[in-house]
C-alpha cells in the first residue's frame, strides 16, 4: 500500500481536501464542537458549524483558525486529523505527502504551526505553497509563462493579492479583510442601526441573499429575526442591499486599496499584460455580488469571476500534487 499525496486548501471558514487521482473529496467548515470540560471532541466540519451559536453551556463550537493562521493549535491538530482520516488518508501502512495552502505574508513562526500541525496529524512530508498561486492555477492561469497574471482570493480570514508570472509571485499583499469581516461588519450595523443582536449565520445569509457592494447593485430585501437589545424579546426588522452596501463599504474599499498598491509595484510590461487579460477573482469573497464591478470600476482594467471560485485554491493544489516529484526526490 503506497502513501498518498494530499492538498489541503486550510481556510479561516473551509477545509478543502484533493486527494491525487480522486480530486476534491472533501469541503467541510472549519469547526470543532468540544465538551468544555473534558475537551473531547463531539463533531467537526458540518456538524459543528450547525452548533455554533446554538450549545448549551458545556458544549464549545470553536473555529480554530483566525485570519488564515491557526489561533488554537490542539484543536487543528485534531480537526485535520479528523478529516484526512475521512477521507481515506492514513493508514497503518503509510503517511500521506501534504501540500499546504497559507496567505502570502504570515510568519515563519505561523508557517512553523501550520507544518507541525500537519506532521502531528499523520503527514510523512509538509509542502508549503502560497495560497494566490494556487488559486491563480486553479483557476486556470498559466502562470509559467513571462507575462503578467492578476489574482486576488478573498477567503474566509484574508484577502491576498498577487501578481504572478514565470511560475512565481512577483509582487504580493495580504490583508485580514474578508468573509468573515463583512459577517461582523453587517452585525455591527445592525446592533448600531436596529439595537438588534443578530448571529454569525445570520449576517452570512443576509451577505449572500441580499448582500451586494457596488452602487448599481441589487435593490433586495429580506426580514430577518434577532433578540432586541431594549427588550431582551424575539424582534424581525427587514433589511436592504443598500444598507448591506453601507455596512460593507470601508471592508471593501480596503480590498480595492490592496489590489491599487499591488498594481502600482508592478513592472510596467507586467502591468499591460494585465490591461490584457484582466483580474481574476477566487475565493467565497468573489461571490460577493458586484464585487467585480466595483474593482472593475476602480481598477480600470477587466475584472473576471473564476469558474467555482470557492475550489480554486484546492484544485490549485491538485495540480501542484502532480508536480510534488519536482519539489521532492522522494518516493510516494
Request: hydrophobic share 40%; net charge negative; proline share 4%.
Amino acid at each position: 500500500m503506497f502513501g498518498k499525496d494530499i492538498g489541503i486548501d486550510l481556510g479561516t471558514a473551509n477545509v478543502s481536501i484533493h486527494v491525487k487521482g480522486r480530486g476534491v473529496v472533501l469541503d467541510e467548515p472549519s469547526v470543532v464542537a468540544i465538551e468544555s470540560e473534558t475537551k473531547r471532541v463531539l463533531a467537526v466540519g458540518e456538524e459543528a458549524r450547525r452548533m455554533v451559536g446554538r450549545t448549551p453551556g458545556n458544549i464549545v463550537a470553536i473555529r480554530p483558525l483566525k485570519d488564515g493562521v491557526i489561533a488554537d493549535f490542539e484543536i487543528t491538530e485534531l480537526m485535520l486529523k479528523s478529516f484526512i482520516d475521512r477521507v481515506g488518508g492514513r493508514s497503518w501502512f503509510s503517511r500521506p505527502r501534504i501540500l499546504i495552502c497559507a496567505p502570502t505574508n504570515i510568519t515563519s513562526v505561523e508557517q512553523k504551526a501550520i507544518r507541525e500541525a500537519a506532521e502531528r496529524s499523520g503527514a510523512k512530508d509538509v509542502f508549503l505553497e502560497e495560497e494566490p498561486k494556487a488559486a491563480a492555477i486553479g483557476a486556470g492561469m498559466d502562470i509559467f509563462q513571462p507575462s503578467g497574471n492578476m489574482v486576488v482570493d478573498i477567503g474566509g480570514g484574508t484577502t491576498d493579492v498577487a501578481v504572478l508570472s514565470m511560475g512565481d509571485i512577483v509582487t504580493a499583499s495580504s490583508i485580514k479583510v474578508a468573509g468573515d469581516k463583512f459577517d461582523s461588519e453587517i452585525m455591527k450595523y445592525i446592533k448600531n442601526k436596529y439595537k438588534l443582536l443578530i448571529g454569525e449565520r445570520t449576517s452570512e445569509d443576509i451577505k449572500i441573499r441580499i448582500g451586494t457592494v457596488h452602487p448599481e447593485g441589487r435593490r433586495e430585501s429580506m426580514d430577518i429575526r434577532g433578540r432586541d437589545m431594549v427588550t431582551g424579546l424575539p424582534q424581525t426588522v427587514t433589511i436592504r442591499s443598500e444598507e448591506v452596501r453601507e455596512a460593507l463599504w470601508d471592508s471593501v474599499m480596503s480590498i480595492v486599496q490592496a489590489a491599487k498598491s499591488v498594481l502600482e509595484r508592478t513592472p510596467p510590461e507586467l502591468s499591460a499584460d494585465i490591461i490584457d487579460r484582466g483580474v481574476i477573482l477566487t475565493g467565497g469573497g468573489a461571490l460577493l455580488h458586484g464585487l467585480d464591478q466595483l474593482l472593475a470600476d476602480e481598477l480600470k482594467v477587466p475584472v473576471l469571476i473564476a469558474d467555482d471560485p470557492m475550489h480554486c485554491v484546492v484544485k490549485g493544489t491538485g495540480i501542484m500534487l502532480e508536480n510534488l516529484d519536482k519539489v521532492s526526490s522522494k518516493k510516494m
